[in-house]
């Protein structure tokens, strides 16, 4: 009787269930967790770009100004900076949306040996960190008269946001039905009208979400950039470094910077949460 009683399994705990009452309290730890790491740095941000002078133990700056947004927003370096950084993001979006359509088709439609190693491969920009490629890339940029250009810094971005792009499309491709292709095919549609009327219109989303995350990565891209471009080209990540040298720290100019690299992607983060589809997002982030 003792060793039945014994041997008997002990059952595990019940998980305590989520009730509305617990509402409240989730909410309020997630808006607490928001603005701790999302409010709270903004806010210290913006006392720097409007403070005049802040020195210790003072806890918030005891004078503002708004001078020296004026000074910057009136530089012609900073508007420089600005417009090389958004045509190089909208060169690297379209430029990795072309090379991204064919190869994620590829990916998604074809089985082939050794896919799983190319999908890996693909990665690769994106497991190794970004300072080792841009050093690797860099050397080689040298020998071929590509460093310190432009067109040097849009193929080394390229690289970076090819990754995600061709994951986001791969996950978009294997959405489409092969009887919708099949359909079009046996009723004398070619591949030009199918990939036209058919592929694309199904892909735009996917599309439109892997754009967005590309224009974001190259406009806020900063290492590659910097290795391969700087001090040629100037983006605004790369103007931000310069206000955030340790010699000639300028962190009240470097605050206004940051608030202006931040605006575009707060823009971006909007319209995609509107289009963007969870399940692809999942699809795309978890398939290897």
């Known amino acids: 009787m003792m060793a039945s009683i014994a041997l008997a399994p002990t059952m595990p705990p019940r ?3 989520f009730n509305p009452e617990d509402r409240l309290l989730v909410s309020a730890g997630l808006y607490t967790s928001l603005a701790l790491a999302i409010a709270l740095p903004l806010f210290l941000m913006f006392l720097w ?8 133990p003072n806890i918030l700056p005891q004078s503002f100004t708004l001078s020296r947004w004026a000074g910057l927003l009136s530089d012609p370096g900073l508007a420089t900076a600005l417009t090389t950084s958004l045509l190089i993001a909208f060169t690297v979006t379209a430029a990795t949306a072309l090379i991204a359509l064919p190869t994620a088709w590829a990916m998604a439609r074809f089985p082939f040996r050794l896919k799983r190693l190319v999908e890996v491969f693909i990665l690769a920009p994106v497991i190794i960190p970004g300072l ?30 090819l990754p995600l792009m061709i994951r986001l499309m791969s996950a978009t491709f294997e959405t489409i039905p092969d009887e919708l292709i099949h359909a079009a095919r046996s009723l004398g549609a070619g591949t030009v009208n199918i990939v036209l009327h058919i592929i694309l219109p199904l892909s735009i989303p996917g599309l439109l979400a892997g754009g967005l995350m590309s224009f974001i990565g190259s406009f806020e891209e900063f290492d590659k950039s910097f290795i391969v471009g700087a001090p040629v080209v100037q983006t605004l990540p790369i103007k931000l470094y310069m206000y955030l040298d340790p010699y000639s720290m300028q962190l009240p100019l470097a605050a206004i910077v940051s608030f202006i690299l931040l605006l575009p992607a707060l ?17 795309g982030m978890g398939k290897i």
């Open 49 to 56: 770009s409007v403070a005049d002078g802040w020195q210790p």
């Open 132 to 161: 080792v490629v841009a050093v690797g890339i860099g050397k080689l940029f040298l020998v071929l008269g590509l460093a310190y250009s432009t067109v040097g810094v849009i193929v080394v971005q390229i690289v970076g946001t």
């Open 15 to 17: 998980r305590r269930r």
């Open 267 to 283: 823009v971006v983060f909007i319209i995609a949460g509107r289009i963007m589809r969870d399940d692809l997002m999942a699809s």
